[in-house]
Every structure is written in C-alpha cells, then in structure tokens.
C-alpha cells in the first residue's frame, strides 16, 4: 500500500468515527519558543489538551509533518529519518481507552488488513505516580490479543511525554511482528534486535507534570500518533523505509550517479534533501542559530556525502527536483516553491563547497599526523582549531574522524566552544528538551504588540513585508519579516513611532470568526495558510491590522506600556529580526 493510501485510508477512517480533518501546521511552529520545529502530531494541540476549546469539536485527526533531529547522526542507518509525517487521532476530553484501542485495532486488521497474529501490545505496568494499566490490557483482550502478546513495562518504555513538563499519561503501543527469530528467551517488544517494530502509539493524556509533580487534568484526552513512512514500509515488506516508493526513485537515481558505493552516504543524501526541502517549504532558512542551523547542518551533511559518493555537484538541482516529483503526491504544494527551494539549498551548497574542500584538506593534515602517533582519538582542540581557522564545523570534523575510525569527545569540544562564547551553534538542539509556551499576561501583550509591529512595518518598508516567524518570551518579542536590506535608524524610529502611536490611541482588538477563504478575501494577514482550519478566528486592532491569529491578545492596545525597539538584525538570506520590549 502506497503511504498516499495508507494516509487518506487513516483520516477517513477517523472521520468515519466522528472526527474532524484538521490541516498539518507547519513544521516550523509560531509563537511557540520552546521547540524549534514541530516534533510530535499532538504539539500544536498543546493549549486544547491542557482545555481550550478547539473550534473543529472534540475529536480531530490529522497527518502532522514532524522533524526530529536528536538523532540525525543514526541517519544513514536502516531506519533512522528526521523528517517524518505522523498520523494522529484526538479525543480531547472525549473518548478514552476502550474506544480509542477498539479503534485502533480496528483500523490496523480491518483497514490495512494486518493479522491479529503479527500484532503484539504493551501497557504500563503502574509506579507510584499512576496505577498498572490493566484496563487498557483488559481492552486488548477483547478487540482478540491473547494474553503472551500484551506485555506490561514500566515508564521508560509506556509513558509519553514531551521533553520534560507538559500534559503526558501512560500509553500503549502497538508493534508488528517481523516473524524474524527472537534473539534471547527474553526477546520482546521492548527489544531492539528488529523483531518487532512499534508502529501505533495511543498515549493516555490524563496527567499534566509540572515542577516534578503530577497532576490529573481536568480532562481526560488521548494522544496517537503513527509514523507514516514506518507503515508504509511494512505494508510494502521492505525492511527499510529507504526502499519503499517514498525514497526509492532517489535512491535509484543516487547509486546511478555516484563513482562511489557507499549506501549509508546514499540515504543520508536522500534524507536529509528530503528534510530541507520541507524546512524551507514552510518558511525555514539557513542561519547560524536554531532551525536556521539544523538546516544549515542538513544542506551541508548532504553536500558532503554528494561529494564523497563523487556525485557531480551540478546535478543537485535535477536532485531537488526528482525529490519534489516523488513527494507530489503527499506534497502537491512543494511544485509551487521548486524554484525557491532549489535556490535555497543551492546557495548554501555552494556557500559551504569552499569550506569543505578547504577543511578536507586540513582534515587530512591532522589524519595523518593522529595516523603516525598511532593514537585512537582526535584532540578536541584540533576540532576546534579547524573550525576557527578554516570555518570547518566541528559536526563535520566529528563525521570525518568517526568514519576514519577514530574517537571524538564532543562534550569537550563543546565546552571548549562555549569558553569561545560561540554557544549557540551547538547549543541549539538543547531547546528539543523544552516545555511549553507561556501565555501569561505579559505574553499576550507581546501577542498584540507583535501585529501592532507587522502593520508599523508595511507601512514603514512597503506592504510586501511579510511575517516569517516571531517568538515570544516574558521578556521580550522576537519578530522575523521578509526584508531585502538593513534598517535604517530612521527606519526603526518610525516604526517604533507608529506603534506608540497605536497604543497611545487605546484601539479595540476584536475577534471575528469567519470561513477562511472569506477572511483571506476579507484582507486579513496569515502566515501559513494551511495550517488553519475551515473555520478561522480573524483578530483586528482598530482599522490598522487584521491577522488570522489563534489569539490570545489583550483587549485594547493601551494596555502594552511603551514600545522599543532592541536590535535589528539580519535573520536569514532576505529575513530581518527585530527584537523589542514592552516597557
Ligand atoms: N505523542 C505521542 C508520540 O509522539 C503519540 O502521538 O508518540
């Protein structure tokens, strides 16, 4: 089954049950400074399951686009991806475990027609912060799991959570039975050997943690989640998703071109272009902090395994562009930014080549020196060193030394990075970790403040600035704008003028809620157009702004105090940052 099927057989099977199709935001998340790109379905759900009330009802189900990158150095693996789409169903408040398990098996044996023998299920097995689940066990044994295939274990294998606080339960996960031979007497779903492989994950949202402490909800939801390209994988008997239909033409295409065999360097390629290509269709560029840099990471990973696979650079647009072909059926809407989207990439291709032929070659310097020592490791400060001299970045330096056999402490190499006060570049994965957007008070006013500086801009620059990401903390707001040249001072002052402006006139902001298509014609801003709903709230401040916004916003503009602007700054190739206080 093709994962175009697998995907429309899911959403229509939950709508079927009462569920409302909800549109995948963007993998890059909006006033949400705790992640840096969407990393599970249930992340943009995060205010409704914690109790808002969402306006499609209280069952939803949608395909999430989903980048994880804690792992991208597994990446050439047989299994490991940073994109992926994930496949989820929401009760929030509504339904729980014995719909939500009847629902699941139904849909994997009746739907994708998987046998009952192949299957095998885990349950959480109870600590002092939540009883053994024998409900959800008891639910497995009537939809026709016999009782060897229902497994119990503790919270490091069924309880979910993202990062570290936030809305979590315990949850069952369901796994498919390669049929291959269990490696020990002990062999079980929680074994890695690829015996059985986790394809359902229903997560039963009743607790909410916070300072180490858990609490029930005032709801109960759950939360499921199934990777798209894992079950195509299964339903195509192909035992690596990098030879189901969703990468095998680039595959294909790879080994054709390359002068060298190297399969791991094959599917880092393929990977990783496939990752970028949906960074920056939803708005990402490279930079050197945050998203910016995983995607920089991502481009420059690829360009380095092209050159090692001898692949001619020149070919990397024909690359793009079989890429976007094979994507067409899951993303029609990649073809309408091809041409950006190969510009992105190779600009930053092409930026990176020197650096990388230059490094290699000091690279091989080093080799050979560490080679004549007969030592195992390479110094850290010889990371360092090529990083500050030649510009070669240390994740690269790390790819390099491991695939020449030697060792790397990259925990030194950070800290002799963050003695350089050069932090941010590889302390930019840590946010993975965080918790949740705040929407305090002081928060909400940024909220406001923030359309207030979008419409001060167009006004300021010309009506093509456009918002391309903004963040939002206690302290201060962060506002990225398409932009082709660095503020003037003057520039800045009127800007920060009208808005004061604005705020000195006490203007009402209102909430209209309205079909999408009328409030798109209706004028109103938005940032992403497929991330939201049939039905849209449409948040207007006076006659000055009108943005499709989830809110929330203060009630009047003279509640935000004096407006200034911090720094302006350049953000991406065409993208300024401006960061101002509320004072
Ligand atoms: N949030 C859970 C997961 O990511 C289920 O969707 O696995």
């Given at each position: 089954?093709?994962?175009?099927?697998?995907?429309?057989?899911?959403?229509?099977?939950?709508?079927?049950?009462?569920?409302?199709?909800?549109?995948?935001?963007?993998?890059?998340?909006?006033?949400?400074?705790?992640?840096?790109?969407?990393?599970?379905?249930?992340?943009?759900?995060?205010?409704?399951?914690?109790?808002?009330?969402?306006?499609?009802?209280?069952?939803?189900?949608?395909?999430?686009?989903?980048?994880?990158?804690?792992?991208?150095?597994?990446?050439?693996?047989?299994?490991?991806?940073?994109?992926?789409?994930?496949?989820?169903?929401?009760?929030?408040?509504?339904?729980?475990?014995?719909?939500?398990?009847?629902?699941?098996?139904?849909?994997?044996?009746?739907?994708?027609?998987?046998?009952?023998?192949?299957?095998?299920?885990?349950?959480?097995?109870?600590?002092?912060?939540?009883?053994?689940?024998?409900?959800?066990?008891?639910?497995?044994?009537?939809?026709?799991?016999?009782?060897?295939?229902?497994?119990?274990?503790?919270?490091?294998?069924?309880?979910?959570?993202?990062?570290?606080?936030?809305?979590?339960?315990?949850?069952?996960?369901?796994?498919?039975?390669?049929?291959?031979?269990?490696?020990?007497?002990?062999?079980?779903?929680?074994?890695?050997?690829?015996?059985?492989?986790?394809?359902?994950?229903?997560?039963?949202?009743?607790?909410?943690?916070?300072?180490?402490?858990?609490?029930?909800?005032?709801?109960?939801?759950?939360?499921?989640?199934?990777?798209?390209?894992?079950?195509?994988?299964?339903?195509?008997?192909?035992q690596t998703p990098f030879d189901t239909e969703i990468f095998s033409p680039i595959m294909e295409e790879l080994q054709r071109l390359a002068k060298?065999?190297?399969?791991?360097?094959?599917?880092?390629?393929?990977?990783?272009?496939?990752?970028?290509?949906?960074?920056?269709?939803?708005?990402?560029?490279?930079?050197?902090?945050?998203?910016?840099?995983?995607?920089?990471?991502?481009?420059?990973?690829?360009?380095?395994?092209?050159?090692?696979?001898?692949?001619?650079?020149?070919?990397?647009?024909?690359?793009?562009?079989?890429?976007?072909?094979?994507?067409?059926?899951?993303?029609?809407?990649?073809?309408?930014?091809?041409?950006?989207?190969?510009?992105?990439?190779?600009?930053?291709?092409?930026?990176?080549?020197?650096?990388?032929?230059?490094?290699?070659?000091?690279?091989?310097?080093?080799?050979?020196?560490?080679?004549?020592?007969?030592?195992?490791?390479?110094?850290?400060?010889?990371?360092?060193?090529?990083?500050?001299?030649?510009?070669?970045?240390?994740?690269?330096?790390?790819?390099?030394?491991?695939?020449?056999?030697?060792?790397?402490?990259?925990?030194?190499?950070?800290?002799?990075?963050?003695?350089?006060?050069?932090?941010?570049?590889?302390?930019?994965?840590?946010?993975?970790?965080?918790?949740?957007?705040?929407?305090?008070?002081?928060?909400?006013?940024?909220?406001?403040?923030?359309?207030?500086?979008?419409?001060?801009?167009?006004?300021?620059?010309?009506?093509?600035?456009?918002?391309?990401?903004?963040?939002?903390?206690?302290?201060?707001?962060?506002?990225?704008?398409?932009?082709?040249?660095?503020?003037?001072?003057?520039?800045?002052?009127?800007?920060?003028?009208?808005?004061?402006?604005?705020?000195?006139?006490?203007?009402?902001?209102?909430?209209?809620?309205?079909?999408?298509?009328?409030?798109?014609?209706?004028?109103?801003?938005?940032?992403?157009?497929?991330?939201?709903?049939?039905?849209?709230?449409?948040?207007?401040?006076?006659?000055?702004?009108?943005?499709?916004?989830?809110?929330?916003?203060?009630?009047?503009?003279?509640?935000?105090?004096?407006?200034?602007?911090?720094?302006?700054?350049?953000?991406?190739?065409?993208?300024?940052?401006?960061?101002?206080?509320?004072?």
């Amino acid at each position: 089954m093709k994962a175009i099927d697998i995907r429309n057989k899911y959403l229509n099977f939950f709508k079927a049950h009462g569920h409302a199709v909800i549109p995948s935001a963007p993998l890059i998340p909006e006033n949400d400074p705790s992640v840096l790109f969407n990393t599970a379905g249930m992340q943009p759900l995060v205010p409704y399951l914690l109790g808002a009330k969402h306006p499609e009802g209280t069952r939803l189900t949608d395909a999430q686009k989903c980048l994880r990158t804690n792992d991208i150095d597994e990446v050439g693996d047989n299994r490991h991806l940073t994109y992926f789409e994930m496949l989820g169903n929401w009760s929030l408040g509504d339904y729980f475990k014995e719909e939500s398990i009847a629902m699941s098996y139904e849909f994997l044996t009746k739907e994708l027609g998987i046998p009952n023998e192949k299957l095998s299920v885990t349950c959480f097995a109870g600590d002092e912060d939540c009883p053994r689940d024998e409900l959800t066990a008891e639910c497995w044994r009537k939809a026709g799991i016999p009782d060897d295939r229902i497994y119990f274990y503790g919270k490091d294998d069924n309880w979910w959570i993202a990062g570290e606080e936030g809305p979590c339960g315990p949850d069952t996960e369901m796994f498919y039975d390669t049929g291959k031979e269990p490696c020990s007497p002990d062999c079980g779903p929680s074994c890695d050997c690829g015996k059985y492989v986790e394809i359902w994950n229903n997560v039963f949202m009743e607790y909410l943690k916070k300072d180490g402490k858990y609490t029930k909800l005032a709801q109960k939801n759950v939360d499921t989640g199934l990777g798209l390209e894992r079950m195509t994988m299964l339903l195509e008997g192909k035992q690596t998703p990098f030879d189901t239909e969703i990468f095998s033409p680039i595959m294909e295409e790879l080994q054709r071109l390359a002068k060298k065999d190297d399969i791991s360097s094959r599917r880092i390629v393929a990977e990783h272009l496939r990752a970028s290509i949906m960074i920056i269709q939803d708005g990402g560029r490279p930079s050197n902090i945050d998203r910016g840099y995983i995607l920089r990471r991502l481009i420059r990973r690829m360009t380095r395994h092209l050159n090692k696979l001898e692949i001619d650079l020149d070919k990397l647009s024909n690359l793009i562009q079989l890429n976007i072909d094979t994507l067409n059926e899951l993303y029609p809407e990649l073809q309408n930014n091809k041409e950006t989207i190969k510009e992105v990439i190779i600009a930053e291709k092409d930026k990176f080549i020197k650096t990388l032929v230059r490094g290699e070659r000091e690279f091989d310097k080093v080799i050979g020196r560490i080679k004549s020592q007969a030592k195992q490791e390479i110094d850290s400060e010889e990371i360092f060193k090529l990083y500050e001299t030649y510009g070669f970045p240390p994740e690269v330096t790390k790819d390099l030394a491991e695939e020449n056999g030697l060792q790397v402490n990259m925990d030194e190499v950070d800290k002799l990075f963050k003695a350089h006060q050069d932090k941010s570049r590889l302390g930019s994965e840590q946010k993975f970790k965080g918790g949740l957007a705040g929407t305090g008070e002081q928060e909400v006013k940024y909220h406001t403040a923030t359309h207030l500086l979008n419409a001060a801009l167009k006004l300021v620059i010309g009506q093509d600035v456009h918002q391309r990401g903004s963040n939002i903390t206690p302290e201060r707001m962060r506002f990225d704008f398409s932009c082709d040249h660095k503020l003037s001072d003057d520039e800045k002052q009127k800007a920060e003028d009208i808005v004061n402006e604005w705020i000195k006139q006490n203007l009402a902001v209102t909430v209209l809620t309205m079909k999408k298509d009328e409030a798109i014609k209706s004028g109103a801003e938005c940032m992403f157009i497929e991330k939201y709903p049939e039905d849209v709230t449409v948040y207007s401040i006076g006659d000055i702004s009108k943005e499709l916004c989830g809110g929330p916003h203060v009630k009047n503009t003279g509640e935000l105090g004096h407006f200034k602007i911090t720094k302006e700054e350049a953000c991406s190739s065409g993208v300024r940052r401006i960061k101002a206080v509320l004072e």
